[in-house]
């Protein structure tokens, strides 16, 4: 991995610590609640495997999950597509990709989530066009998102959706959620215990 990258990862890692054992004072809405660093290490998997080349990814923070999976698409010379709606988070994940040199394949919607999905689903170019979604914004919309998100799936594309086991708080609207993608034929998906609960869904004819 390049050294650059490295370091990025190694101290968004640090701060996403830091928060979770309370150790630094953040603010709610500033809070990083970044992907595990082995939900990071599966997702590069994940995309290198299917040598992925257009991602969308449904919030953003800082940039520790879009920074995973850019330095895995950087080397298809693909692009990313991330979502988010925090100013104060929308800076600093361009700072982090400016110090991770990963820019130029990312490209971040700023805005509410439902609005930018609405949008680029009415686009002609962005219907099966993307290899692979990652899904970790709010849950109270995720079957919304996951609807405007289908058709721009491409076949055998993947969908990721974090916390489906935690935090504990999630876990029964996320088992809703499983079940309903269950409900359609033209997916497949698993529960998989790594990191905080990742569902892992393919888009099949
Ligand atoms: C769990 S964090 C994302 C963590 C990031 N994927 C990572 O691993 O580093 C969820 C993010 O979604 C953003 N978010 C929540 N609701 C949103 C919405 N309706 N539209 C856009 N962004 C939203 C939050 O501001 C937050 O930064």
């Known amino acids: 991995?390049?050294?650059?990258?490295?370091?990025?990862?190694?101290?968004?890692?640090?701060?996403?610590?830091?928060?979770?054992?309370?150790?630094?004072?953040?603010?709610?809405?500033?809070?990083?609640?970044?992907?595990?660093?082995e939900t990071g290490e599966m997702?590069?998997?994940?995309?290198?495997l299917n040598n992925v080349k257009n991602m969308l990814e449904i919030g953003t923070s800082?940039?520790?999950?879009?920074i995973w999976c850019a330095e895995a698409?950087?080397?298809?010379?693909?692009?990313?597509?991330?979502?988010?709606?925090?100013?104060?988070?929308?800076?600093?994940?361009?700072e982090n990709f400016e110090k991770a040199k990963l820019s130029d394949g990312i490209?971040?919607?700023?805005?509410?989530?439902?609005?930018?999905?609405?949008?680029?689903?009415?686009?002609?170019?962005?219907?099966?066009?993307?290899?692979?979604v990652l899904i970790d914004a709010d849950k109270e919309n995720i079957v919304q998102y996951f609807d405007l998100i289908f058709p721009m799936v491409s076949i055998n594309g993947i969908i990721v959706t974090d916390n489906m086991l935690y935090p504990e708080k999630y876990r029964e609207d996320m088992k809703k959620f499983s079940n309903y993608l269950k409900t359609n034929p033209r997916l497949r998906t698993v529960t998989s215990p790594i990191g905080n609960g990742e569902e892992i869904t393919i888009k099949i004819k």
Do not use: H
Request: no cysteine.
């Open 1 to 37: 991995m390049k050294e650059s990258i490295q370091i990025v990862l190694n101290e968004l890692e640090t701060q996403s610590n830091l928060e979770k054992s309370r150790k630094v004072d953040v603010t709610a809405e500033d809070r990083m609640l970044a992907i595990t660093k």
């Open 107 to 132: 490209s971040i919607k700023e805005g509410l989530a439902i609005e930018i999905l609405s949008e680029l689903n009415t686009q002609k170019k962005y219907q099966g066009f993307f290899d692979f």
């Open 73 to 94: 698409i950087s080397e298809n010379l693909g692009e990313i597509i991330t979502i988010e709606q925090n100013p104060n988070k929308i800076k600093r994940a361009k």
């Open 62 to 66: 800082t940039g520790y999950s879009t």
């Open 43 to 48: 997702l590069n998997m994940i995309l290198r």
